[in-house]
C-alpha cells in the first residue's frame, strides 16, 4: 500500500482472486470473477472493501469466510459511491497505472484524489514466491495431466489401427478432456484442446469444428 497511502485501489481481477483466496467462473478458462476491492487499514486492522455480484458471494460459508477476514461486501457499480465517500474524507489512494483502466482514472480525477502511484505492483511480486503447498499443487497437477496425456496416446494407437476408427480431430479432443476429468480435484481445461492433423498442425491454438453431419 505504501506509507504515503491510506489505501490501494486494486483492479486486476488475478491480483483480487489470490489477494482473497476466492474463484469464480465469470470468465471462460480463467479461475476468476468480476470485482474491484480496495484494501485499507483501521486502527490497526487490515480491511478491504470487496465490489462485486453479491449474489455469487451468497454461499453461507463464503460469508462466513469473508467476515472472519475483514472483508465488505459491495454490489458491483457501488465502488464509484464508496470512492467518492473516501475521497471527502481526505484519503490518499494508492494506484498502479499500468493496471488501472480508464474508469479510475476519470473517478479519481473527478473527485480530485491525491494518488499515490506504485511504480511496480507488489502484488505480482507476492504471487511469484510460492509456498510449498502451492508447489507441490503445480506437481501433483502436471503428473495427472501427464497420465491423462498418455493415456490418450495409448487410445490412439490402438484406435488408429482400426480402418473404421471415425476419429477426426473434433472427436480427438472430446476424448483428450474426457480422459482429463478423471483427475481428482479437476475443475476444467485452461484453453480449447489444441487438436489438428495435417496442415492444421501449424495453427496457433487450433481450436477444432465439429463437422456437419
Known amino acids: 500500500m505504501g506509507k504515503d497511502a491510506d489505501m490501494l485501489l486494486v483492479t486486476m481481477l488475478d491480483d483480487i482472486a489470490w489477494l482473497l483466496n476466492l474463484r469464480g467462473n465469470d470468465i471462460s478458462y480463467n479461475p476468476v470473477f468480476f470485482a474491484y476491492l480496495i484494501f485499507h487499514k483501521e486502527g490497526e486492522t487490515f480491511k478491504v472493501d470487496l465490489f462485486m455480484n453479491k449474489d455469487k458471494a451468497s454461499d453461507p460459508e463464503v460469508m462466513k469466510y469473508l467476515g472472519e477476514n475483514h472483508v465488505s461486501l459491495y454490489g458491483y457499480q457501488e465502488v464509484d459511491a464508496k470512492i467518492a465517500e473516501y475521497a471527502a474524507e481526505g484519503k490518499k489512494i494508492s494506484i498502479h497505472k499500468d493496471s488501472l483502466c480508464h474508469k479510475f482514472v476519470n473517478l479519481l480525477t473527478t473527485h480530485k484524489y491525491e494518488m499515490v502511484n506504485q511504480e511496480e505492483s507488489i502484488l505480482p511480486l507476492l504471487k511469484c514466491k510460492k509456498n510449498e503447498t502451492q ?35 473434433f472427436s480427438g479432443a472430446r476424448k483428450v478432456e474426457e480422459y482429463r476429468t478423471f483427475g481428482e480435484l479437476y475443475k476444467g481445461p485452461s484453453f480449447d484442446t489444441i487438436s489438428s492433423i495435417g496442415p492444421n498442425g501449424a495453427v496457433i491454438h487450433y481450436k477444432p469444428k465439429q463437422e456437419s453431419a
Open 135 to 169: 508447489m507441490q499443487g503445480m506437481r501433483d497437477c502436471n503428473v495427472k495431466d501427464c497420465a491423462a496425456i498418455m493415456k490418450y496416446f495409448a487410445f490412439l494407437e490402438e484406435e488408429l489401427r482400426k480402418p473404421d476408427h471415425g476419429l477426426d480431430e
